[in-house]
T-cell receptor, first 111, second 116 residues
């Protein structure tokens, strides 16, 4: 069974701190890996998508990396802000076209 | 970017009634849409894959007679929760796949279902 695991489950940091969220996956043949943001009671906002042939993607203060050989991805957030507080989900798209989600990391950035 | 509209955003119903949730792709056609379910503090779990013009494909453990899916057009898929019970209370999210090499899915805003 393909699984996606995210560590930590929750994280609280002071404003301005750089932080890293971790995601591991068991599928060695992923098609791509995606990071999403979810605000409470809301849908998903796609942040970054890394194709299986790529190693990283950047958007503003966000940088996501992908290491297929070790089954790991990280989401780096620079200079965190209170507005970054949300749950961050990673998901891998398998060869069957299905997204497998991790449990998410609930991030709280304190002013 | 591609927009997916989901309606209603929140619904409260009595136990035993049926509830229909709509998922529309507003500016693109989607032959494939997906329905997910999310319990509080948990991740999204794929319930079924909705295919335009054919029967939906359900994931293991999902009752197809309870969660009826209809994908009658290239821009609309509906999920009907039949004879809803309190344990069906959850957050339901749909997504629509853009047919391209990247296989990107765009997500609706979700529907909060509360069954009394």
């Amino acid at each position: 069974k393909q699984e996606v695991t995210q560590i930590p489950a929750a994280l609280s940091v002071p404003e301005g701190e750089n932080l890293v969220l971790n995601c591991s996956f068991t599928d060695s043949a992923i098609y791509n890996l995606q990071w999403f943001r979810q605000d409470p009671g809301k849908g998903l906002t796609s942040l970054l998508l890394i194709q299986s042939s790529q190693r990283e993607q950047t958007s503003g203060r966000l940088n996501a990396s992908l290491d297929k050989s070790s089954g790991r991805s990280t989401l780096y957030i620079a200079a965190s802000q209170p507005g970054d507080s949300a749950t961050y989900l990673c998901a891998d798209l398998n060869q069957g076209g299905k997204l497998i989600f991790g449990q998410g990391t609930e991030l709280s950035v304190k002013p | 970017g591609a927009v997916v509209s989901q309606h209603p955003s929140w619904v409260i119903c009595k136990s035993g009634t049926s509830v229909k949730i709509e998922c529309r792709s507003l500016d693109f056609q989607a032959t494939t849409m997906f329905w997910y379910r999310q319990f509080p503090k948990q991740s999204l779990m794929l319930m079924a894959t909705s295919n335009e013009g054919s029967k939906a494909t359900y994931e293991q453990g999902v009752e197809k007679d309870k969660f009826l899916i209809n994908h009658a057009s290239l821009t609309l898929s509906t999920l009907t929760v039949t004879s809803a019970h309190p344990e069906d209370s959850s957050f339901y999210i749909c997504s629509a796949k853009v047919e391209s090499a990247k296989n990107i899915q765009y997500f609706g805003a979700g529907t909060r279902l509360s069954v009394l």
